[in-house]
């Protein structure tokens, strides 16, 4: 019983320290972004505002924000896929 604990601490231990290092990942590639481009995907997929307050905060229109979300998507999913690959936190 004692020894199952200790593997499930051990394990949850891991869990942590590797959801950690992920974040830390994403943290570099939006960092890596264009300010804009970090801030509109910050505001819309983390802070989860709707396409109108998006363009509200940004001054931009919905065309204009269907665009830059195109090509930040892009260029962090391209960083993110460069990024792992490197990275054993996303090996499993």
């Known amino acids: 019983m004692a020894m199952d604990l200790f593997e499930n601490g051990a394990k ?3 869990k ?3 959801a950690k290092e992920k974040a830390g990942i994403v943290t570099k590639v939006l960092s890596a972004l264009k300010q804009r481009d970090r801030n509109v995907l910050l505001d819309f997929f983390y802070n989860e505002l709707s396409h ?3 363009c509200k905060r940004h001054s931009v229109t919905r065309e ?3 665009l830059i979300l195109f090509h930040a ?3 962090f999913q391209e960083s993110m896929g ?3 690959k490197q990275s ?3 090996a499993r």
């Open 12 to 14: 949850t231990a891991e």
């Open 16 to 18: 942590r320290l590797l």
């Open 52 to 54: 109108d307050e998006v």
């Open 64 to 66: 204009q924000l269907r």
């Open 73 to 75: 998507r892009r260029r």
């Open 82 to 84: 460069r990024e792992v």
């Open 88 to 90: 054993p936190a996303f």
